[in-house]
């Protein structure tokens, strides 16, 4: 029985084979992006393009005040950076091309969907083990007072951020090898408003059974081994903070709430979304989870951390008034 089945799987390959020779191998894909009457694509194009520039601005003005502050001269804030630069760039790689899918049809080459697809799994790993730094910095600053400055000094918040880069860059390289391998040669039309990994292996006709097991294996264990290591974080401050009196625990939970509030957007999204077989309804319900981070959540992340922290309402509020006063002095 194991032996026919085996036979008949050869078979089927074979055949496969043939037929993939005579089918015409496609060069572009068409994104569909969303099916929808002209008035409402206006009307996303607008909404899409206010949240990229929310996020440009509002990313920028962090980055700014982290760089110009000294009393943001601090890992914590070394950190926020960081992740404020990643929002930018990682918003950057799949909303212009979505903000033309609004006007007129819009058409990639199938390499530079992969290429799109390859940075956008780069930077979405990225954040995600930076993420899990940025709780590990929390769980230092509030669990470790005395010994923070030795734990997070200089050198290994380089370290840290260096191996958030590098673990984004193995993971994205995993996903790019194993789709630049299928064939396309039917079907180009991606439901979806970015090239991502299941929309892309749905219109292969090779075989993809290893790719959908690569993604559920590779995606489960970052997304859920950052989540994890998160979480531990997390453990120790709340059993830390039983311990402390009710002032100290206000202000620690007042600088966690912001890290934390970011986490649950992030990676409530991600795993819904890659811990799933591609199908019809997955690829319905995956596209609306990328609208969430890839289009709100980086845009939401300055305006959390202006609302929630103190030392950045106050940085804010020191930009906000030395800009105005230069402008002034010009006038």
């Known amino acids: 029985m194991i032996m026919q089945s085996g036979y008949e799987y050869f078979n089927f390959v074979k055949i496969k084979g043939v037929e993939r020779g005579n089918w015409t191998s496609i060069n572009e894909f068409i994104l569909t992006g969303f099916n929808s009457q002209k008035w409402l694509q206006i009307v996303l194009f607008e909404v899409f ?19 110009s502050d000294h009393a943001l001269n601090s890992p914590m804030y070394f950190l926020l950076a960081n992740l404020s630069f990643l929002d930018i760039v990682y918003s950057s790689v799949t909303l212009p091309k979505t903000l033309v899918g609004f006007l007129k049809e819009n058409r990639i080459t199938v390499n530079g969907c992969i290429l799109q697809m390859h940075f956008f799994h780069f930077l979405g790993c990225t954040e995600g083990v930076l993420l899990a730094v940025m709780g590990y910095d929390r769980y230092a600053a509030i669990c470790q007072p005395l010994r923070y400055n030795l734990i997070m000094n200089k050198s290994i918040c380089i370290q840290l951020v260096s191996t958030s880069w590098v673990t984004g860059l193995i993971y994205a390289m995993s996903h790019t090898v194993m789709t630049a391998q299928l064939t396309f040669c039917k079907f180009n039309k991606i439901r979806h408003f970015f090239c991502d990994v299941k929309p892309i292996i749905k219109l292969s006709c090779s075989n993809t059974y290893l790719n959908e097991l690569m993604l559920i294996i590779i995606g489960g264990f970052f997304s859920t081994g950052t989540l994890i290591l998160t979480v531990i974080s997390y453990c120790f401050i709340s059993t830390h903070l039983l311990k402390i009196n009710s002032k100290g625990r206000q202000k620690a939970i007042s600088t966690c709430s912001s890290h934390l509030s970011i986490v649950i957007m992030f990676y409530g999204t991600a795993v819904c979304t890659y811990l799933g077989p591609a199908s019809v309804d997955s690829i319905e319900k995956d596209r609306v989870a990328a609208i969430l981070f890839t289009v709100i959540t980086p845009a939401l992340n300055p305006i959390i951390y202006t609302l929630r922290n103190k030392e950045v309402r106050q940085s804010f509020k020191k930009l906000f008034k030395y800009t105005l006063y230069g402008r002034m002095r010009l006038l």
Not at 49 to 67: C, E, H, R
């Open 49 to 67: 393009l206010l949240f990229y520039l929310l996020n440009i601005f509002g990313n920028l003005i962090i980055m700014t005040m982290v760089i």
